[in-house]
C-alpha cells in the first residue's frame, strides 16, 4: 500500500488530518511514525502558504513518500495582529501545555465584548506527490470565541474548547469528527486534498492500465 505522510507530530491535527483521508487507499503516517527522523523544521515563512510547503517539502525530501504539509493559525477581532502564523508560539508559547495556553489566551480575552469576539481559522494544505509534483489548498472557518470552555479541549489543539463556528451551538471540541471534518478549517482544507487524490488514484490507474 502507498504511503501517504502527514507531516505532523500533533496528535489532534494529525487525528484530524487523518479522520477525513482514512478512507483512501493511503497507508497514513505521523511524523512519529518515522524512526530516526527529526521531526522538528524551522517555520519562518510569511504566510500560512509557505510554511506549509516548507513542511511538506523537507519532509519529502528526507523520506520519499507523498507528503501533506498543513499549516493554520485563528485571526481574532480583539486581538488583531497578534495570532495568525504564530498561533501556537503566541502568549504562553510553544513550551506551555494546552491548558497553560489557553489559560493565558481566556485572560487576554476576558475584558472584550461579544462584539469583538468575532475569529477566523485559516488552514493552508501543501500536497508534494511522489514525482515532486506540488499542488495547494485552503480552508477558513468563522465563528466566535465563547467566554469559558464549553468542551474539555482536543489535544494540541487548545483553541478547539472555545471556538462556536458560525451556524452551531456547539464549540469544535462538542462537534463529532464528521461534522468537523466538514465545515472546520482543516476539514475543508484537507477535503479538498482528499478530493484531488481521488482523482489522482483513478488517473494513476487509468495511465498504468493503459496499452
Known amino acids: 500500500m502507498q504511503k501517504l505522510l502527514i ?3 500533533n496528535v489532534g491535527k494529525f487525528s484530524e488530518i487523518s479522520a477525513v483521508l482514512e478512507d483512501l487507499s493511503y497507508k497514513l503516517l505521523s511524523l512519529k511514525d518515522l524512526d530516526g527522523v527529526d521531526g522538528q523544521v524551522e517555520e519562518d515563512g510569511t504566510t500560512h502558504e509557505a510554511n506549509a510547503f516548507i513542511k511538506a517539502r523537507h519532509f519529502f525530501k528526507l523520506t520519499g513518500y507523498m507528503t501533506v504539509g498543513e499549516d493554520s493559525g485563528v ?3 480583539a486581538l488583531e495582529g497578534e495570532l495568525g502564523l504564530h498561533t501556537r508560539r503566541w502568549g504562553a508559547g510553544t513550551e506551555a501545555t494546552d491548558e497553560e495556553w489557553l489559560e493565558f489566551f481566556l485572560k ?3 475584558s472584550f465584548s461579544d462584539e469583538k469576539r468575532g475569529a477566523r481559522f485559516l488552514c493552508s494544505a501543501a500536497l508534494i506527490l511522489p514525482d515532486g509534483t506540488e499542488h495547494f489548498f485552503e480552508g477558513e472557518a468563522l465563528g466566535m470565541i465563547v467566554r469559558q470552555p464549553e468542551a474539555p479541549l482536543l489535544p494540541g489543539l487548545p483553541l478547539s474548547s ?3 463556528p458560525a451556524g452551531f451551538d456547539r464549540v469544535y471540541a462538542d462537534l463529532t469528527k464528521s461534522e468537523k471534518a466538514q465545515i472546520s478549517h482543516r476539514g475543508l482544507a484537507i477535503g479538498r486534498v482528499k478530493d484531488f487524490l481521488l482523482d489522482y488514484s483513478v ?7 493503459s496499452p
Do not use: H, P
Open 162 to 164: 472555545v471556538f462556536r
Open 7 to 9: 507531516a505532523t507530530g
Open 108 to 110: 487576554r480575552m476576558e
Open 203 to 209: 488517473s494513476s490507474v487509468t495511465s498504468s492500465s
Open 75 to 77: 485571526q481574532v477581532d
